[in-house]
């Protein structure tokens, strides 16, 4: 099978510098990834889709796959238009693209428009699908057959190319509406600050000696938790330098038994009952003996405290019950996905006294915060009017 022609494809780094010199003169540009990470830690980017608005519209402008497996294309150019300030680079659902861009580039594109948190913003429900967002805007709907293709694979099919390009040309009117709709609702500034962290680099930079805080335990023992970070940043360690998933090493349930156990020798290895056989030798095991022995070294005053501390509140469910309420009336008058505004989580915090939670900063604070603050005081009470919930002063 050989590659079609016709595929507006770039295979060389002449190809794709002369498309970027040509997006560094429009506005904006939509940028979409496909990519694989099923059997690799970091992801593997595979395409790289990108388009333009025209001078006829914003589909009437050109739209390429760039291919980043093709011999001896660099992606330099790609890298410096993501620098350049006077382009704004459309994704829609930008985390897991931006972690490609700043681990393997180095850098992250400004600014930026995330097409989904701007939908959230405006109103189109809780993590807005690009399909629904196609229809619904762009009077568009999408072919989702290729969605879970090998897209290492080479040549691409037509069916492959046709719903990768489709990623990034109806981005362009979809991008164009809900900007619109910002500009006119003057809540551009909201979603300025969700934008802020997608650009944080450090939301994308995973710190082995960390990793321990992602495992779901109810076990607080300071002990057992010492254990519990050695190993888990052993894992990470693992599976960052060879590049594998951190599954391949050992899975969470066997971390945790592990942590409980204490082996201390591949004989108390052997006895375990959910680490897979590789791992009860060789590197790993060596590696496990080691960090359960550190876990064992650390003094107590070293140990980490519980991830988890705000399972232990003393949450008011009245009350928390209340600022449910609360949050479904502030979305709904607002016309914002109230999984934007804030968490249940965060909800429960506020309900026990905390007030470290995003929803009492920035527009959530304004939108939501506030009041919810003013209800947990008894400064204010909620009213049922027909069909809507109204915040009375007391």
Not at 19 to 24: D, R, S, T, Y
Not at 121 to 128: E, K, N, P, S, Y
Not at 172 to 179: C, D, F, G, M, P
Not at 244 to 266: C, M, N, W
Request: glycine residues 6%; negative net charge; proline residues 5%.
């Amino acid at each position: 099978m050989t590659q079609d022609s016709s595929l507006p494809l770039i295979t060389t780094t002449a190809a794709l510098t002369a498309f970027c010199a040509q997006a560094a003169d429009a506005p904006y540009v939509t940028i979409d990834t496909e990519f694989l990470r099923e059997r690799t830690y970091y992801a593997k980017l595979c395409l790289l889709q990108m388009a333009l608005p025209g001078a006829d519209g914003p589909t009437s402008g050109p739209a390429v796959l760039v291919d980043p497996l093709a011999e001896g294309l660099d992606l330099a150019p790609f890298y410096a238009l993501m620098r350049d300030e006077a382009v704004v680079k459309v994704l829609h659902a930008a985390r897991q693209d931006l972690e490609i861009f700043c681990i393997e580039g180095g850098t992250l594109p400004r600014p930026l428009f995330d097409t989904q948190v701007a939908a959230m913003v405006c109103g189109f429900g809780d993590q807005a699908g690009y399909e629904t967002l196609a229809r619904k805007l762009a009077r568009a709907n999408i072919d989702k057959s290729s969605r879970f293709t090998d897209w290492s694979r080479r040549p691409l099919s037509d069916a492959q190319a046709k719903y990768a390009l489709a990623d990034v040309t109806h981005l362009r009117v979809i991008y164009e509406k809900l900007a619109a709709m910002l500009q006119e609702t003057g809540r551009a500034p909201w979603l300025d600050e969700e934008i802020a962290v997608l650009l944080d680099p450090e939301t994308y930079i995973i710190r082995p000696e960390d990793a321990w805080k992602r495992v779901k335990t109810r076990n607080d023992s300071g002990k057992f938790l010492a254990i519990l970070r050695e190993l888990a940043a052993f894992r990470e360690e693992h599976a960052q330098t060879r590049n594998i998933p951190r599954g391949r090493v050992f899975k969470d349930d066997a971390l945790l038994e592990l942590a409980a156990l204490k082996p201390r020798s591949t004989d108390d290895l052997g006895r375990t009952r959910l680490l897979l056989r590789e791992a009860r030798r060789g590197d790993i095991a060596d590696g496990i003996l080691a960090a359960v022995a550190r876990g064992l070294d650390c003094a107590p005053e070293n140990h980490p405290k519980a991830s988890g501390a705000r399972d232990n509140l003393q949450v008011n469910p009245a009350l928390a019950d209340l600022l449910r309420v609360l949050l479904k009336a502030k979305s709904d008058n607002e016309g914002v996905a109230a999984k934007l505004i804030a968490s249940s989580a965060d909800l429960d915090g506020i309900a026990a006294g905390l007030r470290d939670a995003p929803a009492l900063r920035g527009w959530r604070a304004d939108v939501f915060g506030q009041d919810a603050l003013r209800l947990c005081a008894g400064e204010v009470a909620l009213a049922a009017k027909g069909e809507r919930v109204e915040v009375i002063t007391l």
